[in-house]
């Protein structure tokens, strides 16, 4: 009887945790709690997005309107890059490399997310034909809108939540 090399069983346990939803990292098994099937959003049952209870209808003229406001609120990159490596594991990215992702509000700080809620913060992928910086243009076109008085705060965040690559077109502003 031949004993099996220890390459090929390494390989095909890694493949078996995989097909069960878990992944190996540093040799240990992890839940993948969230799915990459909702790409270019994020799975909603992860990030389905949070408010910033600060930016309402009746303060955008002191908040989103206000140039360089976002900064104000923007978690800090130490904060971003621990959380990306931690969800980048969670969507069970087989590209771990964090160059290639966007630790990205889902809700735009630009239309009143929540700045460090990890409710809308995600591993947003840097590749494919819808990535972050496409999401970065629809941002400032809603922020805009809503600055200018012909789309709400309420109406741009609805759109960006339930599916950014169509939230322009939704407002007729495309």
């Not at 078996?16 to 992944?23: I, K, Q, S, Y």
């Not at 969507?91 to 809620?117: M, N, R």
Request: aromatic content about 6%.
């Amino acid at each position: 009887m031949s004993r099996t090399r220890r390459p090929l069983v390494t390989t095909l346990s890694a493949l078996a945790l995989t097909v069960a939803g878990l992944t190996l990292t540093t040799g240990t098994a992890h839940a993948q709690s969230c799915s990459q099937a909702y790409l270019p959003l994020p799975d909603p049952s992860c990030q389905p997005g949070d408010f910033n209870p600060d930016v309402t209808q009746s303060t955008i003229d002191s908040t989103i309107c206000v140039s360089g406001w976002t900064a104000t609120v923007r978690p800090s990159s130490s904060y971003t890059t621990a959380l990306k490596k931690k969800q980048i594991v969670e969507y069970g990215y087989t590209d771990t490399s964090t160059s290639d992702y966007e630790e990205d509000h889902f809700v735009p700080l630009e239309l009143g997310g929540a700045p460090k809620s990890e409710l809308n913060l995600w591993p947003e992928p840097e590749y494919g034909t819808k990535t972050a910086a496409n999401k970065d243009t629809v941002e400032n076109k809603l922020k805009k809108a809503v600055c200018a008085g012909t789309v709400s705060l309420s109406d741009a965040q609805d759109a960006i939540v339930t599916d950014w690559t169509t939230a322009l077109s939704s407002l007729g502003l495309s």
